[in-house]
């Protein structure tokens, strides 16, 4: 069984950084993309950002587009999320998701999409 196992959560202070990492345990698989989703008390879940693992390409939800990057190490087969300028409002539990087949852009943003989710780690940002 796959699982993806998410670190680097905690607490961070309004426009400060942190750095979130996503690795997959347990038996090997290939992804077509890994991503991030986030989930604050009360709300949905909500598209944070995706990378496809094998060109590199990038998307990002509107709310972090100049602020978050999304990367991947081939050799750690590890997915990371930089948040810097962090704000309140990204206070939320993060989620590292995988789908393993072909999505395409316009469904590349959807909850339903992917397959394989961490736990989850906890963000809070002060401000």
């Known amino acids: 069984q796959v699982q993806l196992v998410e670190s680097g959560g905690g607490l961070v202070q309004a426009g400060g950084s942190l750095r979130l990492s996503c690795a997959p345990s347990?038996?090997?698989?290939?992804?077509?993309?890994m991503g991030w989703f986030r989930q604050a008390p009360g709300k949905e879940r909500e598209f944070v950002a995706t990378i496809v693992w094998g060109s590199g390409t990038t998307y990002y939800g509107d709310s972090v587009k100049g602020r978050f990057t999304i990367s991947r190490d081939y050799g750690k087969n590890t997915v990371y999320l930089q948040m810097n300028s962090v704000k309140p409002d990204d206070t939320a539990v993060y989620y590292c998701?995988?789908?393993?087949?072909?999505?395409?852009?316009?469904?590349?943003?959807?909850?339903?999409?992917?397959?394989?989710w961490g736990q989850g780690t906890q963000v809070t940002v002060s401000s």
């Open positions: 347990g038996r090997t698989f290939s992804s077509y993309a």
């Open positions: 998701a995988s789908t393993p087949v072909f999505r395409s852009v316009l469904n590349m943003k959807a909850v339903v999409s992917y397959a394989y």
